[in-house]
């Protein structure tokens, strides 16, 4: 059966999200001071797919939408310049300008055939324009990024705004005075010029379309989190959204109990890392939190070595969460996280605990050391850890305590 939450849970979570999310990539957190490095890390994201997402977002974003539906119009009466310059040509494409086109030919006899022309672009080649152009530009970017990885998701409507938002941007390129005026990005000085215009469109749709595309050029740990939650976790991806929820919920649980202020959380970016997040706790122990990684030691290393020689190919499934503990008391516990109310599909979750266990006996400390975790429903039995058996249930809600618990204790 596939991982499904309710609207209810699902929206509960994604409030979640938005709430930690930022605090854990703010770059007070990390060394990196990269964000959009450290979700990929912790979401195991390829940069395409993030890059997409953030594409996505953009595209959606009801600035960039309202802009797209008043571009029609508020090109019809583009900001113009108060002077505007003629160019010297023999295609005459405009106004001839026949004083300046007597100076010129005064100036180089021989050329006839030119004239001072006003043309139709020279006069609209203004920063006000270039940032127009600039915007389009970014804009049919992002469209290009988006488009495929919108298409896949059927049923959310995102692919008929995105085609649409496509179909704008191409109609604005083909506005003659507009193909001639080269773009620029905008500066504080033209989006001010902007903002304090007469005409809606120039005031209005243009510079807040500009400040979405500027924001998503580098996007802080607020906005990043409010991409992912509206545009990533989807129903189809209830699992994702339930382990990222969990993460979080130790993070901020061990974060709380944690002495090492400065590096506190620390996400490990890179091949070969497998911790997300690292606390020193007050009495010196490390507990570090694993997202779907064996953590990267001697020993795993020469259990991949030995298992490549005896079957031909390393066993490739990874555990959704480890909580591992270093120093004075050394313990370690492995998670499995299912979205789901039914019972048949847990039980499954117990099968794969009692795989993982097998797969690495050197790693786990008292019992139980598998922890099968999911929202609490009717399917979802609570009951007390045994420490004689090496598996328990326990619901979403309650883990991060239970987990703090146990490895924070002296």
């Known amino acids: 059966m596939k991982e499904s939450l309710s609207t209810q849970e699902r929206e509960a979570l994604l409030g979640e ?26 979401l195991n994201l390829e940069q395409q797919d993030l890059d997409r997402v953030v594409a996505v977002h953009g595209c959606l974003h009801p600035a960039v939408l309202a802009l797209g539906e008043a571009l029609a119009v508020g090109l019809e009466r583009p900001f113009a310049g108060s002077a505007p310059s003629a160019v010297v040509s023999q295609n005459v494409r405009g106004q001839i300008d026949w004083p300046g086109t007597l100076r010129h030919r005064a100036r180089a006899p021989g050329e006839v055939a030119r004239y001072s022309v006003r043309e139709p672009g020279t006069a609209f080649d203004v920063p006000e324009n270039r940032a127009v152009v600039w915007l389009l530009d970014a804009l049919g970017q992002s469209v290009d990024e988006a488009i495929a990885w919108g298409r896949r998701k059927a049923g959310t409507g995102w692919s008929q705004s995105i085609d649409r938002l496509q179909d704008q941007l191409a109609a604005a390129r083909r506005v003659e005075w507009l193909r001639m005026i080269p773009a620029a990005k905008p500066t504080e000085v033209v989006l001010r010029s902007l903002r304090a215009g007469r005409r809606g469109f120039y005031a209005e749709q243009v510079p807040a379309a500009i400040e979405v595309v500027l924001r998503l050029r580098q996007p802080s740990p607020e906005v990043l989190a409010r991409a992912l939650s509206e545009r990533y976790f989807r129903p189809e991806d209830d699992g994702t959204l339930f382990e990222l929820a969990v993460a979080l919920r130790l993070a901020a649980a061990f974060r709380d109990l944690s002495v090492d202020r400065v590096r506190r959380t620390r996400l490990m970016l890179g091949d070969g890392r497998a911790s997300f997040a690292r606390y020193r706790l007050e009495h010196g122990d490390e507990v570090v939190l694993a997202y779907q990684a064996w953590p990267d030691d001697v020993h795993s290393m020469r259990r991949r070595l030995v298992a490549r020689q005896q079957v031909g190919r390393a066993r490739d499934a990874r555990p959704d969460l480890m909580i591992i503990r270093r120093g004075s008391k050394p313990d370690a516990v492995i998670l499995e996280l299912k979205a789901s109310h039914d019972s048949k599909y847990l039980r499954n979750g117990l099968q794969e605990l009692l795989a993982y266990l097998a797969d690495r006996p050197d790693l786990w400390g008292p019992e139980p ?5 999911a929202p609490g429903s009717e399917a979802f039995a609570k009951a007390d850890p045994d420490a004689s058996f090496p598996l328990w249930l326990v619901d979403a809600d309650s883990v991060a305590a239970a987990a703090a618990a146990r490895f924070a204790a002296a």
């Open 369 to 373: 050391v598998g922890w099968l975790v």
């Open 17 to 42: 999200v938005r709430s930690h999310l930022p605090a854990f990539l703010h770059r007070g957190a990390t060394e990196q001071q990269d964000p959009a490095g450290d979700v990929r890390a912790l």
